[in-house]
Nanobody, 117 residues
């Protein structure tokens, strides 16, 4: 079975950094686009960052460009989200998403990121 397990969330202050990890199993990791989404309090889920399965092309939401970096290590079946210069508005549950070539999505359970002023 496909499993996506996020880790690395926590409570930090504005300006701090966090590195989220998503460990995948039960899938051919290198064949999946990997993405991060987040859902803030009272908000709908929104796209944060993605990385393609092939050449590793990355793409970001405007709100995190220049602050967040997504990367993947196919040997470890893991995708990362390096989050720098965190802001209170970044407070959300962050979800890892695996997107297949058939447009099927798998989701992790989420990890909480809370940024205080």
């Amino acid at each position: 079975q496909v499993q996506l397990v996020e880790s690395g969330g926590g409570l930090v202050q504005a300006g701090d950094s966090l590195r989220l990890s998503c460990a995948a199993s039960g899938l051919t990791f290198s064949s999946y686009d990997m993405r991060w989404y987040r859902k803030g309090p009272g908000k709908e889920r929104e796209f944060v960052a993605g990385i393609r399965w092939s050449a590793g092309t990355t793409y970001y939401a405007d709100s995190v460009k220049g602050r967040f970096t997504i990367s993947r290590d196919n040997a470890k079946n893991t995708v990362y989200l390096q989050m720098n210069s965190l802001k209170p508005k970044d407070t959300a549950i962050y979800f890892c998403n695996a997107h297949s070539l058939t447009s099927r999505d798998y989701w992790g359970q989420g990890t909480q990121v809370t940024v205080s002023s």
